[in-house]
């Protein structure tokens, strides 16, 4: 096989955001080669960027909501992966540790990709026109659906990680505070678990958005009270579950009101930069018998599960994505647009090089 030049998209430091180049690795025998389709930008992306999360260290190829069409593989890969097949990728875990083997892959304590690669750089390249991945993490999705809603492979998994823990069920009244990108994937994931969902939020624009997808209740947090209103849809009695989908102290406040008198679950999936407050009477949540919950990452179950979600149209990711896509070439532009308030994922064509 020729040697392919791959580009790929680098945090440099504050707002800077560039495209570097190197050449393909030589494909493993255990090893899948994708020409890569497209790559969202995730919060975790565009807060670097903006100089929210510098722990993560520059400069950063980073980069893994994405898909790409298997193009060649390793002669150890089984069959199920063919070329042309479409797939996204479940993140890094070894596969032998003890949370491995329990099946708890996404907290494995050696991920491998904390420190600089060999040649310098933090990240996976996921913002990349070409890129190998170990069979053992690749998630088939359905080439149906277009290649940017097919990137939410790892989003999605999050979301059923959580969904999972507090225990969505038909029946359960579920509240998503939050209706940005990752509070529409969370509302979609717990109304195919089977739970009446209510969405709220305090922006006009994200307020219209939930509304377009018709699966629940939505109130607009800015023009009524959201705690009076989940109690009055609930018949005075409160959320089974609630979501926190944002990162912010007073939706904090306001998800923690919203529960049920007893047994209520806060799940906590949202990470705020700068760090958010939040007070707590431990003898209320005692008596109370609450369970708070966090969530992060996922498992390898969640991830086929997410592929299932999004290859059967269980899930509809077009209501997450912002409607801009950008070249690679244009991977600041991109960056510029993921950043602004109120904005949901940005695409980046991982093709779109020269």
């Known amino acids: 096989m020729e040697e392919l030049k791959r580009y790929f998209g680098v945090l440099t430091g504050h707002r800077k955001a560039e495209v570097h180049q190197d050449m393909v690795p030589v494909l493993k025998d255990d ?3 994708l020409k890569m389709e497209t790559c969202n930008i995730c919060t975790t992306d565009y807060q ?3 100089g929210l999360r510098d722990h993560q260290g520059f400069p950063m190829a980073g980069g893994h909501e994405y898909c790409g069409i298997i193009i060649a593989k390793g002669c150890e890969v089984i069959d199920s992966f063919q070329i042309g097949d479409r797939v996204g990728c479940a993140g890094n875990y070894c596969g032998f540790c003890p949370e491995c083997r329990s099946g708890r892959t996404g907290d494995c ?3 491998g990709y904390d420190g600089k690669s060999e040649d310098g750089y933090y990240g996976s390249k996921g913002f990349a026109n070409y890129k190998i991945i170990n069979q053992k993490y690749a998630i088939k999705v359905s080439k149906d659906i277009p290649a940017g809603e097919a990137s939410f492979i790892e989003p999605i998994a999050t979301v059923v990680q959580g969904i999972k823990k507090v225990g969505v069920k038909p029946m359960s009244n579920v509240v998503v505070v939050g209706a940005g990108t990752m509070g ?3 509302a979609q994931v717990a109304k195919a678990f089977g739970g009446r969902v209510i969405i709220c939020d305090i922006s006009d624009k994200k ?9 629940g209740e939505v109130i607009h947090s800015g023009k009524e009270d959201p705690v009076a209103r989940v109690k009055e849809l609930t018949d005075g009695n409160g959320a089974d579950i609630v979501i926190a989908a944002v990162g912010n102290s007073f939706a904090y406040k306001q998800s923690y009101e919203m529960l049920k008198p007893f047994r209520g679950k806060l799940l906590f999936f949202a990470a705020g930069y700068p760090k958010p407050q939040f007070e707590l ?5 005692h008596y109370r018998k609450i369970e708070l919950i ?9 991830f086929k599960d997410a592929g299932v979600l999004l290859s059967q149209k269980q899930v509809c990711m077009k209501y997450s994505l912002e409607g801009k896509t950008y070249g690679l070439r244009e991977i600041q532009k991109a960056f510029e647009a993921a950043s602004l308030p109120d904005s949901y994922r940005v695409t980046v064509d991982l093709q779109d090089v020269e």
């Not at 009477?281 to 949540?285: G, Q």
């Not at 966090?294 to 969640?302: K, L, P, S």
Request: proline share 6%; net charge negative.
């Open 294 to 302: 966090g969530t992060v990452t996922a498992d390898i179950a969640d």
């Open 207 to 215: 307020v219209e958005r939930a509304k377009e997808m018709n699966i």
């Open 281 to 285: 009477d431990p003898n209320e949540f």
């Open 184 to 186: 529409l994937v969370n």
């Open 31 to 33: 090893e899948l080669l």
């Open 109 to 111: 304590p050696n991920k």
């Open 48 to 50: 670097q960027w903006l």
